[in-house]
C-alpha cells in the first residue's frame, strides 16, 4: 500500500532553514506528480508547492515563492522541501502528498506530517 | 489566483440529517473540484474528485455536484463517524487552491 513518511521537522530560529524530507514506497514513485500541503495549529490546510513526475515542473503557493523549493530524487524515492529565510507564520504541519497522476490533479494520498515551528 | 470560498464555516447536525456544504470559486473552474473529509489529528482523506466522481471506498451516502463557480457536497444521512472537518480544492495546472474549511458538529 502507499505510504508517504516525513521527517525533518522541528523548532528552527526566525531567518534560519530547514529541509524536509518524504520517503515513499507501495508505489511507482516516478509516475506521480508529488505535492506538499501544511496546516497551521487549528487552522486550515494551505497547499505549499507541487513537483511534476519528472521533476521538470514546479508550482508554489504566492506565501513561499522565492523561500522553498521542492524537488524529488526518483531513484531514492524521495521528495524533499528546503525552506530558507522561515517565518513564524510558517509554523504548520507539513504534509507530503501524492497527486492522482503525473502532472497536477486531485490529492489521493498523504502522510501524517511533520511539525515545523519557527519561534526564537 | 483563484480563491475558494466555503459555507457555512461550522455547521450543527444529528445523526439521520441530510446536509450540504457549498464551495464557491472567484471565477469559473470548470469541474476541477475535490473535497476531502479531515479528523483532528489525521490527515485528510479525498472524498469526491472533479467535482461528482466518488473516490473508491467512499460511503455513497456522499456526493458531490456543481461546475464552474458553484459546487457542492451532500452527506445524505449523517454517521456518526461523519463529524468531520471538511474541505474544497481547486486543482489546476498552477495551484491548488483550499477553501477554509467547514466544521460539521453534532447538534
Known amino acids: 500500500q502507499v505510504q508517504l513518511v516525513e521527517s525533518g521537522g522541528g523548532v528552527v530560529q526566525p531567518g534560519r532553514s530547514l529541509r524536509l524530507s518524504c520517503a515513499a514506497s507501495?508505489?511507482?514513485?516516478?509516475?506521480?506528480?508529488m505535492h506538499w500541503v501544511r496546516q497551521a495549529p487549528g487552522k486550515g490546510l494551505e497547499w505549499v508547492a507541487l513537483?511534476?513526475?519528472?521533476?521538470?515542473?514546479?508550482y508554489y503557493a504566492d506565501s513561499v515563492k522565492g523561500r522553498f523549493t521542492i524537488s524529488r530524487d526518483n531513484s531514492k524515492n524521495t521528495l524533499s522541501l528546503q525552506m530558507d529565510s522561515l517565518r513564524a507564520e510558517d509554523t504548520a504541519m507539513y504534509y507530503c502528498?501524492?497527486?492522482?497522476?503525473?502532472?497536477?490533479?486531485?490529492?489521493?494520498?498523504w502522510g501524517q506530517g511533520t511539525l515545523v515551528t519557527v519561534s526564537s | 489566483d483563484i480563491q475558494m470560498t466555503q459555507s457555512p464555516s461550522t455547521l450543527s447536525a444529528s445523526v439521520g440529517d441530510r446536509v450540504t456544504i457549498t464551495c464557491r470559486a472567484s471565477?469559473?473552474?470548470?469541474?476541477?473540484l475535490a473535497w476531502y473529509q479531515q479528523k483532528p489529528g489525521k490527515a485528510p482523506d479525498l472524498l469526491i474528485y472533479r467535482s461528482s466522481s466518488l473516490e473508491t471506498g467512499v460511503p455513497s451516502r456522499f456526493s458531490g455536484s456543481g461546475s464552474g463557480t458553484e459546487f457542492t457536497l451532500t452527506i445524505s444521512s449523517l454517521q456518526p463517524d461523519d463529524f468531520a472537518t471538511y474541505y474544497c480544492q481547486h486543482y489546476s495546472s498552477y495551484q491548488h487552491t483550499f477553501g477554509q474549511g467547514t466544521k460539521l458538529e453534532i447538534q
Open positions: 471565477q469559473s473552474i470548470s469541474r476541477w
Open positions: 507501495g508505489f511507482t514513485f516516478s509516475d506521480y506528480g
Open positions: 502528498a501524492r497527486g492522482r497522476g503525473s502532472y497536477y490533479g486531485e490529492i489521493e494520498s
Open positions: 513537483l511534476w513526475y519528472d521533476g521538470s515542473k514546479k
